[in-house]
């Protein structure tokens, strides 16, 4: 992968954060549930500490991306639910049905640019930011089945 290759795929994953930052944020705000509200709002601030990442990776990638990698549960709920359409009167349950569609195209995304990456650093880097959707994904999941009837928000 050249480097101009590159930047392109750190600029597209940038602005994906960005807005996936936005979005989360215009959520947190329609929301009346103190507990969604702030996943929402948590999952905002996360966006933008992956943009900074991003951000650092792009204009130095000799960086070396260490993460933990504590085991994670994956409901796979993703895949089982219809997307709802964001809404202005959009229900909790169905804002979070959203979010966790948006972090699991997020993840094939760099699932994606994983498999494609010749080189191994890359492929490491995106395998990470994939692991840190899943990570998203999996804490919106939880809270969907915890909730166990998100229509009773």
């Known amino acids: 992968m050249d480097k101009i290759e590159l ?6 994953a940038i602005q994906r954060e960005i ?3 936005e979005f ?9 549930n103190a507990g969604v509200k702030q996943v929402f709002n948590q ?5 933008l500490g992956h943009k900074e990442l991003l951000e650092k990776f792009k204009s130095d990638p000799t960086l070396v991306m260490k993460f933990s990698e504590t085991p ?7 895949e089982t639910t219809d997307e709802p359409r964001l ?14 569609k948006k972090e699991q195209r997020s993840l094939e995304f760099y699932q994606g640019l ?10 490491r880097i995106f ?21 166990g009837y998100p229509e009773v928000f």
């Open 43 to 47: 999952l905002a601030q996360d966006e």
């Open 7 to 12: 930047n392109q795929l750190f600029s597209v």
């Open 127 to 147: 395998e990470t930011l994939a692991r840190m959707e899943l990570g998203h994904k999996v804490k919106l999941e939880n809270v969907f089945v915890e909730i």
């Open 24 to 32: 989360y944020l215009q959520v947190a705000g329609r929301v009346d």
């Open 87 to 100: 809404s202005i009167h959009m229900k909790p349950a169905d804002a979070i049905a959203l979010a966790i």
């Open 72 to 78: 994670l549960v994956d409901y796979k709920i993703a």
């Open 19 to 21: 807005e996936s930052h």
């Open 114 to 123: 994983a498999r494609g990456a010749n080189d191994a650093e890359m492929k």
